[in-house]
């Protein structure tokens, strides 16, 4: 017998319902009564819902963090902006200074002291990773994460890239660099063997997570040509995904990627206030690169793409971490985003889709591709 016999509807009809409902109105549901949380927290339900297309259609909300025990989510709505302020501190220590990545609700993020945090910024259920017993001393060390699902192996992963600074005293012979994994899953890091690219870049960007893959710019050897290099979760292994072809191969090492729209992007700065934004609209396919333009925007150092609001029209940018602005493609003018309540300055800003995936119980990653 359904446990909603009372309203005569068969639980399987319940669940089609349901999976048409906001992440968060499925979190609201479930302190209704017992059964219906019973109900709203299987994993078949989660499953159904997370890979429903009502949830696709949802906008990406952005998240902000200023060094601080709290951050900022920010939902985009038609001409509608609405923040909400969130005071998080899973322990005294945790100081948020960096967003490395997100996927399928959760959002990877960097402490002041090196440690991280798997936190779902609707449902506030994090997890605070073990540190990794392979790690380099900060002191005289780089690093650089990613974050990402891997669909094969139905399993979430954390990679880290370390090197040694080169030109430092601590270790002025090691050139060697070192990648690491966490399994949430298996609940424990792993070393591999390390990249065949150069990681030795200027700017220590995050791994951008597409089609089951995290990327990032490097160089290859021996002529230190550029390259994108794609870390396949599954395998874990390096492909090389094909660049624009125009770029510049000695220097497109030194551009940004980011996703945008599902969709691997890079950014480069040709000149002045205008950045040219390449999107990969079929992935793995060279000549489906195509480009878009935002300029006229006077910025110093950053003025990077986050996501886009109203189709393909109008896209919102980070400008320098002091303030956001709308760029509209089709128009070439921009805006400033007016948002209450955010910080003047902040360290970072993220993405994110809203779910009710946990970063704690790992009977409820099972998500399709």
Known sequence: MSIFSKVNLPEELLINIFCRLPAKSIGQLRCVSNPLNSLLTNKHFLKNHFTSKIHFQEHEKLMILSNSTSFHTITIKYNNVFSNFVNFQPTPSDHFVEICGSCNGLVLILNNNDSLVLINPLTLDFKKIPRCPFALDPIGSFSMYGFGYDYVNDDYKIVVISRYDHDNEYEPDILDMFMDIYSLKVGSWKRIKSSPYDHAVAELASGVFVNGALHWLASKMPDYASVIGGFVLSDEEFVEVPAPSCLDKSKFVFDKLVVLKGCLCMIDNPEGSRINVWMMKEYGVEESWTKFCVDGI??????????????????????????????????????????DGIPDRFDSVGTFVESLVSPVDPNLFGIEA
């Open 298 to 339: 006077d910025f110093y150092d950053i003025l990077k793409p986050l996501c886009f609001i109203r189709d393909d029209d109008e896209v919102v940018v980070n400008v320098d971490g002091e303030k956001l602005m709308v760029y509209n493609v089709q128009e070439e003018n921009s805006r400033d985003l007016e948002v």
